[in-house]
Nanobody
Framework: QVQLVESGGGLVQAGGSLRLSCVAS????????MGWFRQAPGEEREFVAN???????????DYANSVKDRFNIFRDNSGSTVILQMNSLKAEDTAVYYCAAAIGSSKNVADYNYWGQGTQVTVST
């Protein structure tokens, strides 16, 4: 079992920045792929970014096209904390953001086994 706890959401003006954190606990949390998804009202949950273990003491990152070059995902060496740094935020980034963990790397919601409770991000214009 992996437990995920998110923090860092809030209200920000367009063009601003926010940092989301997710702390994972569980005996094998470091080897899981960890990612962020978001869900806007009336929309389906969508992939934002993820990190996956390479097996060589490092992680690789992947991003949705809509956030590439604006968002950065980081993971600490223990693998238990993942950060989503969001820059140049736009109104369309407004959503509930969820941290998730998966045994294999994927951009699909259905492939993620564990989810956090979600944190609201609101970008005002």
């Amino acid at each position: 079992q992996v437990q995920l706890v998110e923090s860092g959401g809030g209200l920000v003006q367009a063009g601003g920045s926010l940092r989301l954190s997710c702390v994972a606990s569980g005996s094998t949390s470091g080897s899981y792929a960890m990612g962020w998804f978001r869900q806007a009202p009336g929309e389906e949950r969508e992939f934002v970014a993820n990190t996956r273990w390479t097996g060589r003491n490092s992680y690789l990152a992947d991003y949705a096209n809509s956030v590439k070059d604006r968002f950065n995902i980081f993971r600490d060496n223990s693998g238990s904390t993942v950060i989503l740094q969001m820059n140049s935020l736009k109104a369309e980034d407004t959503a509930v953001y969820y941290c998730a963990a998966a045994i294999g790397s994927s951009k699909n919601v259905a492939d993620y086994n564990y989810w956090g409770q979600g944190t609201q991000v609101t970008v005002s214009t």
